[in-house]
T-cell receptor, first 116, second 112 residues
Framework: NAGVIQTPRHKVTGKGQEATLWCEPISGHSAVFWYRQTIVQGLEFLTYFRNQAPIDDSGMPKERFSAQMPNQSHSTLKIQSTQPQDSAVYLC??????????????FGPGTRLTVL | QQNVQQSPESLIVPEGARTSLNCTFSDSASQYFWWYRQHSGKAPKALMSIFSNGEKEEGRFTIHLNKASLHFSLHIRDSQPSDSALYLCAVSSYQGGRALIFGTGTTVSVSP
């Protein structure tokens, strides 16, 4: 079990460029979450998929951020027209999912995005 | 809107000592309560969880939950240098789709 895989591990973009971050969840996990972590804001929820369907995107900045999960083995987070304030570590997590209890979320190593 | 706060921000603990970390939340409908630990440069990893009022012990770690007080805590006994990390409390609810709302974190440094 390789755990949650995120690529790339580091990405540097210029202001106004696009950034696409990839996440491969643990096989068998049907819930995928995206978070971002900064020193100032801490760890913030962005969006959540269950069985590939978007469930909650209440944490996503509406204008430039989008996320997709085209199949059960990967999810992408796209940031258009990146701004310096988008610089953060973007973390993907996956878990089992059911209508019952909450399951542990397993985090990937993150993608460190730096916008110059 | 859920608001999760942690205290203290940081602490230094002598090796072998006991320490306590606190977390308060604002949404009384919260159902699931977690502590995650994040070593420097690493991903957060779940340490313990509790889903009903009371206490739960796992090894050197104990978690207390008091929903009426909107408070839960983590107690570490016999602290080890390997316990030095950022500790994050997190809260979720069925209504929230189980997305975790994290606290601001407590940095623990265990001095040998």
């Amino acid at each position: 079990n390789a755990g949650v895989i995120q690529t790339p591990r580091h990405k540097v973009t210029g202001k106004g460029q696009e950034a696409t971050l990839w996440c491969e969840p643990i096989s068998g996990h049907s819930a995928v979450f995206w978070y971002r972590q900064t020193i100032v804001q801490g760890l913030e929820f962005l969006t959540y998929f269950r069985n590939q369907a978007p469930i909650d995107d209440s944490g996503m900045p509406k204008e430039r951020f989008s996320a997709q999960m085209p199949n059960q083995s990967h999810s992408t987070l796209k940031i258009q027209s990146t701004q310096p304030q988008d610089s953060a570590v973007y973390l993907c997590a996956s878990s089992f999912s059911s209508t019952g209890d909450s399951y542990e979320q397993y985090f990937g190593p993150g993608t460190r995005l730096t916008v110059l | 809107q859920q608001n999760v706060q942690q205290s203290p921000e940081s602490l230094i603990v002598p090796e072998g000592a006991r320490t306590s970390l606190n977390c308060t939340f604002s949404d009384s409908a919260s159902q699931y309560f977690w502590w995650y630990r994040q070593h420097s440069g690493k991903a957060p990893k779940a340490l313990m969880s509790i889903f009903s009022n009371g206490e739960k012990e796992e090894g050197r770690f104990t978690i207390h939950l008091n929903k009426a007080s909107l408070h839960f805590s983590l107690h570490i006994r016999d602290s080890q240098p390997s316990d030095s990390a950022l500790y994050l409390c997190a809260v979720s609810s069925y209504q929230g789709g189980r997305a975790l709302i994290f606290g601001t974190g407590t940095t623990v440094s265990v001095s040998p």
